[in-house]
C-alpha cells in the first residue's frame, strides 16, 4: 500500500510564513508524475476547501482564491514530494492541512474540482495562526 504523510505545521503569527512538506511512500506506489497533487485544508466546523494544486510535472498550478499571491505549491517527482510554501499567514488560514493525490493519470482539473474526486490522502498536519 503507498501512504502519504503531511508534515511541517505548526504555531505562527500572523504575518509569518510556514512549508509543509508532503512525502509519498510504499511498494505499492507506481510513478509519482502520475500523480496530480494538491493541497487542501479543514477547519474546526467547516467543510474541506480546496487550497492549492499541481499538475504532473509541476508546470501547471492552480490556487484558491484566498491564498493566491500568498502560497506557492511544489513538487519534486525524484523525491516524491509536494511543497506548499505558505506566506503572509492570516488567523483564516489556520486549519488542518491535508496532501491529496488524484487518481494515477487523472488531470489538474481532478483535484481544482475538490476533494470528492482525490483518491489518497495523507494524515493532516495542523496550523495555527495567532493575531
Known amino acids: 500500500r503507498c501512504s502519504w504523510q503531511a508534515s511541517g505545521g505548526g504555531l505562527v503569527q500572523a504575518g509569518g510564513s510556514l512549508r509543509l512538506s508532503c512525502a509519498a511512500s510504499?511498494?505499492?506506489?507506481?510513478?509519482?508524475?502520475?500523480?496530480?497533487m494538491g493541497w487542501f485544508r479543514q477547519a474546526p466546523g467547516k467543510e474541506r476547501e480546496f487550497v492549492a494544486a499541481?499538475?504532473?510535472?509541476?508546470?501547471?498550478?492552480y490556487y484558491a482564491d484566498s491564498v493566491k499571491g500568498r502560497f506557492t505549491i511544489s513538487r519534486d517527482n525524484a523525491k516524491n514530494r509536494v511543497y506548499l510554501e505558505m506566506n503572509i499567514l492570516k488567523p483564516e488560514d489556520a486549519a488542518v492541512y491535508y496532501c491529496a493525490a488524484a487518481p494515477p493519470g487523472d488531470p489538474l482539473i481532478t483535484v481544482i474540482r475538490g476533494p470528492h474526486g482525490m483518491e489518497y490522502w495523507g494524515k493532516g498536519t495542523l496550523v495555527t495562526v495567532s493575531s
Open positions: 499541481i499538475s504532473w510535472s509541476g508546470g501547471s498550478t
Open positions: 510504499g511498494r505499492d506506489f507506481s510513478d509519482f508524475s502520475n500523480y496530480a
